[in-house]
Each structure stands twice: as structure tokens, then as C-alpha cells.
């Protein structure tokens, strides 16, 4: 007779994403548990949540039932320590950006292992401070990089990979969401932030791990004026462009355009699409394109949209009749959890420091793996940061002269030193 796993999760932040990934991959593992020969059965449990109100918490149990266990329900400030109190193995954070320092230190102070939705933090400073404390407490972080597991974007890095696509010379990316992100879901937090470090991340990643080099030079610009003044600190678009170099002393340019003020009547969820330039070759991807197109009267494109995308997250009635709602979203929170399962249960405890460290090795989604990433959003904020304050057309290059991540302005000799270490 096997041994059953327990993993215990704790959730911080229950909202938009919640809904649409961590809610289903905990229904799914209730229902059916983990198996693999490395960890053996598994079952995996909501255990506690920590949130702001309580209130999204309240409306998970009413309509999940016993879809999903009788987590406990903790809000209020002291919120993530009760959560952490109340005995987890893992926790994920799933709150807006700027709020996801203070959580994750104390989740891994507590020696709980973690998974936090991209951005991971907005300052190398912060990243050097949670990988310190993994590293003391010997546990794994991990960051949310659910287009990393992108059908498309998979091929695209294994031609780079197998060598079929040589040496990338440019690029461009663009996600653009509907105003309801910025009105509605996002209104309560969107003051003073950007909608280029809530999605433009997930294309600084996707080149940074595809095609590897060095970040060299970032640059930014945006737009503001509908969900905020037009001199203020919140931006409705902003575009940004990196500067790689690689070992042979070329460069690549990438420009990545992102807003949150799309028409609501968009027929799609958002409009995504990249394009990338090789020395012997050319790749186009679009999220809407690849799809399917369906008009339903009274229902599209508000309450249904015309483009679905079925491979983040969409829901079938399966061949054999079962009903499920499945994707790439879903998926990279599954394959987080087999990678603690088998650093935890995967053999004897005298090797547990090696099946961390292969965990750990893993440059996808470790938080040691994230300098570069981390250091273009810290670019990106403190660029647009200038721009609000009246200072527009900032550079800020990486591991100069200066030091890690300098910020130099037009018309001042004195650079500005973001980050003293090199990235």
C-alpha cells in the first residue's frame, strides 16, 4: 500500500488571478491528487488564506463547496503571519506588484517555501534579500512565468535551443488589456503604478530565458491621462526598450508596448503579439490570430469574447463527458508544486540538499534565476518615476562604470546609482 504526501498551501491575495488559475489547479488536486514515481501519491490542500478584507474569501467557500478544503480565512494586517501560523508547507502571493516584498520575507522567514506571481519584486535590493533568506532557510522561491509555458513560445525557444533559428537581431512585443483591468478589477491599486511591470514582464522574461545575453540599456516612455491625471504617477501605455548584448559582441533591441485602456468591446481578452528578427529567419506569433473567432448574439463581445485564448485557460466538456478548465495558466502552478513534492518527498532526507539545489538549478522560474528581469523592471519604474516628477527621456544602463543599475538624465552630469552590486 503507497504512502500519501501532504502538501499544505497558503494564498495571499484572492483575486482576479486567483480566480482564474490557483482556484482551479487546488479543485483539480483535491479531486484527483498528484502522482509521480519520484514523490508518490500526493494530495494537496488550501490549508489557510491571507487577504485584505476577507470578503473574496468568503465568496470562494460559498461557491466552491467542497471543491476545495475548509481553509482557514485570515485578513486584516496581521494577516500573512496568521496564515503562516496556521501551518503551511507552501505559500503563493498573488497580490498587486508593490505589495509582494513584505509578504514573500515573511513567508520565507518562516522557512515556508514560496511561489509569487510575476513581477517577483520591483528593486534588485528586494530580490538580493528574499534569495539570501531561501538560501538560509533552505527552501524553494519560485516565480510565476505562465507564458514561459505558452505552446507558442515553447517552439520558438527549442528552434532557438536546437539551433534551427541563429542568433536573434531584434524585437517587439505588445500586450494590450481591456479598460476594465485599469477601472474595475485593478482600480483599487492602480494609483501611481504601470501596466509596462504588470504584464511587460512576462516578454522581459520570455527574452531574457529564450535567447540569453547580457541586459546592457533600458529605456521608457508612456502615455497618461485617462485612468489618472495627465501629470500624474499612474500611465495608461508605456513602451520600453532593452539593449542585449551576447558573447560575440553583438546587440538586439526589443521594444515592448503594454497598456491597460483597450476598448471594452475589444473582441479579444487582450492583443498579444510578438515578432522576433534572426540572422537567418523570422518568427511572428498572435495570441488572437492562432485562435478561433465566435459571435453568440447578446453575449459577445462583453459578456463573451469573439477571440479565446483555449490555451491559457478554457473550459470543455471532455470526450468521455467529465467537465474541465485547463491551460498553461494552470499548468505552471501544477509543475511548481512537483518540483516542492520532489525536493520534499523525493528520497532520503541526507540528500534533500541535492534535490533542492536541483529545483533551484531550474532558470525558468527560480528567484536566483531573476536578476536580469528584476533589473529592468527596477529601470522601468524609476524611469517612469523621473518622467512623472517632470524629468523625461531617462537611460539607465546596467553594470557600467558606475555601478549595477545607474539612471543618468539629460542635462545632469551626475548619474544616479539604483543599484550599487553588479546585476
Request: aromatic fraction near 10%.
Amino acid at each position: 500500500m503507497s504512502t500519501r504526501n501532504t502538501l499544505r498551501a497558503g494564498m495571499v491575495g484572492m483575486g482576479m488571478i486567483f480566480d482564474e488559475t490557483y482556484r482551479l489547479f487546488f479543485e483539480n488536486a483535491r479531486a484527483s491528487g498528484l502522482y509521480d514515481r519520484m514523490f508518490g501519491d500526493l494530495d494537496v490542500e488550501l490549508t489557510a488564506v491571507a487577504t485584505r478584507t476577507g470578503r473574496r474569501a468568503e465568496a470562494t467557500k460559498k461557491s466552491a463547496g467542497d471543491r476545495l478544503a475548509d481553509f482557514q480565512s485570515f485578513s486584516g494586517d496581521d494577516a500573512v503571519d496568521k496564515m503562516l501560523d496556521a501551518g503551511v508547507d507552501f505559500a503563493c502571493v498573488a497580490t498587486p506588484d508593490d505589495r509582494h516584498f513584505e509578504a514573500c520575507k515573511k513567508i520565507l522567514d518562516a522557512g515556508v517555501s514560496l511561489l509569487v506571481e510575476k513581477p517577483s519584486v520591483l528593486s534588485l535590493q528586494q530580490l538580493d534579500e528574499l534569495v539570501a533568506l531561501a538560501k538560509e532557510k533552505q527552501v524553494l522561491a519560485k516565480v510565476v512565468y505562465h507564458k514561459l509555458l505558452d505552446p507558442d513560445h515553447k517552439k520558438v525557444r527549442t528552434l532557438v535551443h536546437d539551433g534551427v533559428l541563429k542568433h536573434v537581431n531584434s524585437g517587439y512585443c505588445t500586450l494590450l488589456e481591456p479598460k476594465q483591468i485599469s477601472g474595475d478589477q485593478f482600480s483599487e491599486w492602480i494609483t501611481g503604478r504601470n501596466p509596462g511591470t504588470y504584464v511587460a514582464v512576462h516578454y522581459i522574461k520570455l527574452i531574457d530565458f529564450s535567447f540569453g545575453g547580457r541586459l546592457k540599456t533600458v529605456t521608457a516612455t508612456g502615455q497618461r491621462g485617462l485612468v489618472g491625471p495627465k501629470d500624474g504617477p499612474t500611465w495608461d501605455s508605456t513602451q520600453m526598450r532593452m539593449i542585449y548584448e551576447y558573447d560575440d559582441g553583438r546587440e538586439a533591441a526589443f521594444d515592448i508596448h503594454t497598456s491597460w485602456v483597450t476598448p471594452d468591446n475589444f473582441p479579444g481578452y487582450v492583443e498579444q503579439e510578438v515578432q522576433f528578427r534572426f540572422d537567418n529567419g523570422l518568427w511572428n506569433g498572435h495570441s488572437r490570430k492562432r485562435g478561433v473567432e465566435c459571435t453568440v448574439e447578446g453575449k459577445t463581445p462583453f459578456e463573451m469574447k469573439i477571440s479565446m485564448n483555449n490555451h491559457y485557460n478554457g473550459t470543455f466538456v471532455e470526450p468521455w463527458g467529465d467537465r474541465s478548465q485547463r491551460g498553461y495558466g494552470v499548468e505552471v502552478i501544477e509543475r511548481f508544486v512537483r518540483e516542492l513534492a520532489a525536493v520534499k518527498f523525493g528520497g532520503p532526507e541526507s540528500e534533500y540538499a541535492e534535490r533542492l539545489a536541483a529545483a533551484q538549478s531550474l532558470t525558468y522560474n527560480d528567484l536566483s534565476a531573476d536578476r536580469q528581469t528584476v533589473a529592468a523592471v527596477h529601470a522601468l519604474e524609476a524611469i517612469l518615476e523621473k518622467a512623472a516628477a517632470g524629468e523625461p527621456d531617462c537611460v539607465v544602463r546596467v553594470n557600467d562604470s558606475n555601478g549595477g543599475l545607474v539612471l543618468y538624465r539629460p542635462g545632469s552630469a551626475e548619474p544616479e546609482v539604483l543599484y550599487d552590486g553588479k546585476v
